[in-house]
């Protein structure tokens, strides 16, 4: 069975702080996807970053970056010199190669708040 | 220009009636979803149409029936609504069909928040 677990329900960080938002997955797939979204406050969900299970190459992106580690089954993600802009509910999903179509497991969320 | 619309932004009504939910996507996608969000933010998917076709139902009560008169858009019907149904809901579309090589990123609507008194 596929699954995410976002164990952190809620972070509160000052501005500038550095923050990770941990995300575990269980898959018996070799090939599968890993993506971050976030919702912010208007409530919209925006695509952050897609990760296939062959690219184990951290990605940054600006102040982002991803820490993708298969041996264990972690997806964490990092945001350096955290701004108030950053404030959202966070997203951690998984989809399989061989669904008919992209659906996607998601993680309850982390909620961050980043205060001035 | 808004990629996935969705109407309305808000809906309030009572146990019992029957609503829709619009969803327009002008990205020329293949597939397109349902999503629900509950209140404790846990998104869970509903439906995914390609091509006009149904691919994934997932255990939704039969209350719930989407329909998707051409590939750019899905509607959510729900008959007798429910105080349990009340949620935000997100359509969504992508271009890949999950054939190999082809997962694409999801784009969302901006979600409708059901209200059921």
């Known amino acids: 069975a596929q699954k995410v677990t976002q164990a952190q329900t809620e972070i509160s960080v000052v501005e500038k702080e550095d923050v990770t938002l941990d995300c575990v997955y269980e898959?018996?797939?070799?090939?599968?996807?890993l993506f971050w979204y976030k919702q912010p406050p208007s409530g919209e969900l925006v695509f952050l970053i897609r990760?296939?299970?062959?690219?184990?190459q951290n990605e940054i992106s600006g102040r982002y970056s991803w820490n993708f580690q298969k041996s264990t089954s972690s997806f964490n993600f990092t945001i350096t010199a955290s701004q108030v802009v950053d404030s959202a509910v966070y997203f951690c999903?998984?989809?399989?190669?061989?669904?008919?179509?992209?659906?996607?497991?998601f993680g309850t969320g982390t909620r961050l708040q980043v205060f001035p | 220009d808004t990629a996935v619309s969705q109407t309305p932004k808000y809906l309030v009504t009572q146990m019992g009636n029957d609503k829709s939910i619009k969803c327009e996507q002008n990205?020329?996608?293949?597939?397109m979803y349902w999503y629900k969000q509950d209140s404790k933010k846990f998104l869970k998917i509903m439906f995914s149409?390609?091509?006009?076709?149904?691919?994934i139902n997932e255990t939704v009560p039969n209350r719930f029936s989407p329909k998707s008169p051409d590939k750019a858009h899905l509607n959510l019907h729900i008959n007798s609504l429910e105080l349990g149904d009340s949620a935000v809901y997100f359509c969504?579309?992508?271009?890949?069909?999950?054939?190999?090589?082809?997962?694409?990123?999801?784009?969302f609507g901006p979600g409708t928040r059901l209200t059921v008194l």
């Open positions: 990760r296939n299970s062959f690219d184990e």
């Open positions: 990205l020329g996608h293949d597939t």
């Open positions: 898959t018996r797939d070799t090939t599968y996807y």
């Open positions: 149409y390609n091509n006009k076709e149904l691919i």
């Open positions: 999903a998984l989809t399989r190669e061989e669904w008919t179509s992209d659906k996607l497991i």
């Open positions: 969504a579309s992508s271009q890949g069909s999950g054939t190999s090589g082809s997962l694409d990123e999801q784009f």
